[in-house]
């Protein structure tokens, strides 16, 4: 029997697994930021050391993975299982950085929400009892991203005011069942929601409907409302999309307005970076996450925030044949204190 199921999508855990350790890893725009100061790793070399920005990305993993293991003082063979994935074709990413370690590794790809995907699935693994640990991780390159599926970079084509920057970064969590640390209460699964947006390059229009259907399920499934949170955080809608949600809850009665927070919208200076609509990627929500919003919850400047992954679930083929833009959303509930 589901005991711990609330409403259609929701779920609360009885006994709130916690996030005791976090890593992220940063690329030079991003550590050019105003989050710069969280992040554990920065870097200035787009390559991460290697020939391409592909094996680039899956450095950035293996980065954000050891440091992980360096912060919780455990081997990377103490680790129960690993959920990741990025948004490379096949997840190569998340693979690549995973082969011959030996350790239990579910792939997933969730494009931009795969950090709230994988978080969700680690509490529930381990606040159902199935692991004592696992990692919640994944990754994004802005040079790999616009090679699969834009542009390559020396075409040197017009940016339109809708699109975002995708942030080069990876972040990794640990999610155990005893510990100090923010803790995971309940999560909203999401459903795949498509209005007919067909431009790839205004990705937050495609999203934002489905991060407004994701946060009133949750108010919906748990009982709960706007003012219960000190922060509402989506990842990534961007400048636009985040207008565009806030104007959706309007509509609908409901007021985030002094709630809302937006990744894409956090990680650059709009006013000094040129990113046009703000941030997105895998890394975006992933190392705001593991760097800003944990530190914030632990220190306990934030209380309670409603993490919210947004995904534009679109492929170069479906992009090609003007096929619209399904999105997708996941919430996390996560609290703070030890």
């Given at each position: 029997?589901?005991?711990?199921?609330?409403?259609?999508?929701?779920?609360?855990?009885?006994?709130?697994?916690?996030?005791?350790?976090?890593?992220?890893?940063a690329g030079k725009k991003e550590s050019e930021g105003p989050l710069a100061h969280?992040?554990?790793?920065?870097?200035?070399?787009?390559?991460?050391?290697?020939?391409?920005?592909e094996q680039g990305e899956k450095q950035m993993q293996k980065l954000a993975l050891t440091k992980l293991a360096e912060k919780a003082r455990m081997n990377l063979e103490s680790f129960n299982l690993v959920f990741s994935g990025d948004l490379l074709n096949q997840c190569i990413?998340?693979?690549f950085t995973l082969r011959n370690l030996g350790i239990p590794h579910l792939g997933?790809?969730?494009?931009?929400?795969?950090?709230?995907?994988?978080?969700?699935?680690?509490?529930?693994?381990?606040?159902?009892?199935?692991?004592?640990?696992?990692?919640a991780m994944t990754s994004s390159h802005f040079a790999s991203s616009e090679r699969q599926?834009?542009?390559?970079?020396?075409?040197?084509?017009?940016?339109?005011?809708?699109?975002?920057?995708t942030v080069t970064?990876?972040?990794?969590?640990?999610?155990?069942?005893?510990?100090?640390?923010?803790?995971?209460?309940?999560?909203?699964?999401g459903t795949v929601t498509d209005l007919g947006i067909k431009d790839a390059n205004n990705m937050g229009a495609a999203m934002a409907p489905a991060a407004y259907?994701?946060?009133?399920?949750?108010?919906?499934?748990?009982?709960?409302?706007?003012?219960d949170y000190d922060l509402i955080v989506t990842g990534d809608l961007g400048q636009l999309g985040k207008e565009m949600l806030l104007e959706l809850a309007k509509r609908d009665g409901v007021s985030l307005g002094g709630k809302l927070a937006d990744c894409g919208t956090l990680i650059f200076d709009n006013t000094k970076q040129d990113v046009h609509a703000g941030g997105s990627g895998c890394g975006c929500s992933a190392i705001t996450l593991c760097g800003y919003l944990l530190g914030q919850l632990n220190s306990g400047k934030l209380k309670r925030i409603l993490f919210c992954g947004t995904g534009a679930l679109l492929s170069p083929t479906s992009t090609q044949q003007g096929l619209p833009i399904p999105g997708i959303c996941h919430a996390v509930c996560i609290t703070g204190g030890n």
């Open positions: 029997m589901a005991n711990r199921k609330r409403g259609r999508q929701s779920f609360a855990l009885a006994e709130p697994p916690v996030i005791t350790h976090w890593a992220s890893v969280t992040f554990d790793i920065k870097s200035q070399d787009t390559y991460f050391g290697q020939k391409t920005w990413g998340s693979s997933l790809y969730g494009a931009c929400s795969t950090m709230a995907e994988s978080l969700l699935l680690a509490a529930m693994t381990v606040g159902g009892g199935f692991a004592d640990n696992a990692v599926y834009r542009f390559p970079l020396g075409y040197g084509g017009q940016r339109t005011p809708t699109a975002q920057w970064g990876s972040g990794a969590a640990l999610v155990q069942a005893e510990g100090k640390g923010p803790r995971i209460t309940s999560c909203t699964v259907a994701t946060i009133k399920a949750h108010f919906d499934d748990l009982k709960t409302a706007p003012e």
